[in-house]
């Protein structure tokens, strides 16, 4: 059934977009990632302009990240505070990365700067989850002493520490306000929810028991992502409510199939396939930049600002 | 009063031959498109006839029928390699490019057209678009041209449909455009040119409004005139799904 896209301005089949939905909600419930580095490329391959994409995509992120932490929230797997403090840092380092875009953008390089810094950052938190993750996994095998979740180091020596009960944790604020600024950075830069910086950085950064990494990490992405979908309305009008409409029914089936089959994994498996997840995003993105490309030139409505 | 609309008439039938004595009786099968949600592309038939007022004259005529899209600013860029990866480098920015062009005929444009008639008329497809104003920011723009020309070749936005045209007995003809389903809004203009050894003997033209209508026309005058509203709206839709999936799972699955 194609159906014709008013923002867009594409005629799509709508089966294909409730596919591409239901896909990335699943790798949304699963991970507690937004699925916004998966969505955007998605988009760009059946044909919708990149601006209509990445501003429908932050929309269709919002859905599923509500739907998955409703899921998350009958296991009681939210810390509110620790997704409060994530987000205050988040909305100052996303001020500081939208600053830094305009920057790049003067200078004529921001294709460059975000693509590079997606293999950058994908490549390195793939690999050191993959890597910890795999470790741990044969640990587990084995049957040796399992390592403790957090241990303690310089970081527990921080003024300003707070209790996070739902997290298990008593440590100080300004870990997680850094951990925010760092992904809201990202997020503006790379145009993203920044699920996959978050949730690492919760695991590794912050101790936090897996458990309630994923649902705390999609309750700070509902705001970051619904703070750029309402931008990119106002301010460039490229958010499309059919387009999105149709990714969100996708998506919010999607994400409660993938809570569910992410609580029958082990941690340490669902880490693994993460990083996998990741890695092979980073690696395609890397293959982009060094393989030269078929038709060198691109076709873009619109002048350049 | 009458004795000189008369003589103003015949002085019109005295002019015509310089012209050509031949001209064009067109129609099309429709000149609107709606689009809606279920639009998938739209066929238009361009159809009609030669009037003569005195025999044919000699040689073959041909016939050209262009449809041409509102046109719309258009960024080209252009990858380079640089310390061993490929970024966009260049880029020539064109203000006004045809969304949509398709020129279809009877024959080989270039034996059918003259170079000179192409560039009064600006029929041919790289005549069309070098007549758009560059930017120049690229050492050479042309290259920058002719690659959107391919891109948009590949598309299917430009289209050069030679044959596409039926001429029957020299004096019916018609042609089915294809309109494809990534439409832009606005005015397409349609022209419908006769030729004769090469020269333009009569030219017509005709406009196909294309509008959005009905649900596509609501949401697309709601996002531009409310933006704040259709923000908000489009949350609330965002929100209330995710709530709708999760309490509708809770319902399957205690």
């Known amino acids: ?305 | 009063m009458r004795g000189l609309a008369i003589l103003s008439l015949m002085a019109a039938l005295v002019a015509l031959p310089a012209m050509g004595s031949e001209g064009i009786v067109a129609g099309m099968s429709q000149n609107r498109v709606s689009i809606t949600a279920s639009f998938d592309g739209s066929e238009i038939l361009i159809y009609g006839a030669v009037k003569r007022d005195a025999p044919a004259p000699e040689g073959p005529m041909e016939v050209i029928i262009t449809v041409e899209g509102p046109a719309t600013p258009v960024t080209i860029r252009k990858k380079d390699r640089r310390a061993g990866i490929w970024v966009n480098t260049e880029s020539v920015e064109v203000d006004a490019a045809p969304s949509f062009y398709a020129v279809a005929t009877t024959g080989p444009l270039r034996s059918i057209l003259t170079e000179t008639e192409d560039l009064r008329h600006r029929i041919s497809l790289p005549r069309v678009i070098r007549a758009v104003g560059a930017a120049t920011e690229a050492g050479d723009p042309a290259d920058f041209i002719e690659a959107m020309q391919r891109i948009r070749l590949n598309e299917g936005r430009y289209r050069v449909l030679q044959g596409g045209v039926e001429f029957t007995e020299q004096t019916l003809f018609r042609s089915d455009i294809v309109l494809p389903s990534n439409l832009t809004e606005g005015e397409y203009r349609v022209r419908i040119f006769l030729t004769r050894e090469g020269r333009v003997v009569d030219a017509q033209d005709r406009v196909i409004g294309v509008r959005k209508e009905g649900l596509e026309r609501f949401l697309f005058n709601l996002s531009r005139e409310q933006p704040w509203a259709y923000g908000i709206l489009s949350l609330v839709l965002a929100a209330f799904a995710g709530w709708a999936a999760s309490a509708g799972f809770r319902l399957i699955r205690p």
């Open chain 1, 1 to 305: 059934m194609q159906l014709y896209l008013p923002i867009a301005e594409v005629s799509v089949n709508a089966f294909l977009l409730l596919g591409l939905g239901g896909i990335v909600g699943f790798l949304s419930g699963m991970f507690g990632v937004g699925g916004g580095f998966l969505i955007t490329p998605l988009l760009f391959f059946i044909g919708v302009p990149p601006a209509v994409a990445v501003a429908t995509g932050a929309n269709q992120v919002v859905a599923s990240s509500v739907s998955g932490v409703l899921a998350q929230l009958r296991r009681k797997a939210v810390d509110f505070r620790m997704g409060t403090v994530l987000l205050i840092g988040g909305f100052a380092g996303s001020g500081v990365g939208i600053w830094v875009f305009q920057w790049m953008t003067r200078l004529g390089q921001v294709d460059l700067f975000v693509q590079l810094s997606y293999v950058l950052f994908l490549g390195l938190i793939g690999a050191m989850m993959l890597q910890e993750s795999l470790r741990s996994w044969f640990r587990a095998q084995k049957g040796g002493p399992v390592r403790r979740s957090h241990v303690h180091t310089w970081v527990h020596g921080l003024p300003l520490k707070m209790k996070f009960r739902a997290s298990g944790l008593y440590i100080s604020v300004l870990p997680p306000l850094a951990v925010g600024a760092l992904v809201g950075f990202l997020a503006a830069i790379m145009g993203v929810g920044g699920g996959f910086v978050m949730v690492p950085a919760m695991i590794y950064l912050l101790g936090m028991p897996t458990k309630v990494v994923v649902g705390t990490s999609l309750f700070q992405i509902i705001f970051v992502t619904a703070f750029t979908t309402f931008m990119h309305a106002v301010t460039s009008q490229t958010v499309d409510i059919l387009l999105a409409l149709l990714l969100i029914i996708g998506g919010v089936i999607g994400a409660q199939v993938g809570t569910t089959v992410g609580v029958r994994l082990k941690a340490e498996q669902l880490r693994i396939l993460l990083a996998l997840l990741v890695l092979a995003v980073s690696v395609k993105i890397a293959l982009d930049l060094l393989i030269r490309p078929g038709e060198l030139y691109s076709v873009m409505p619109g002048v350049l600002p």
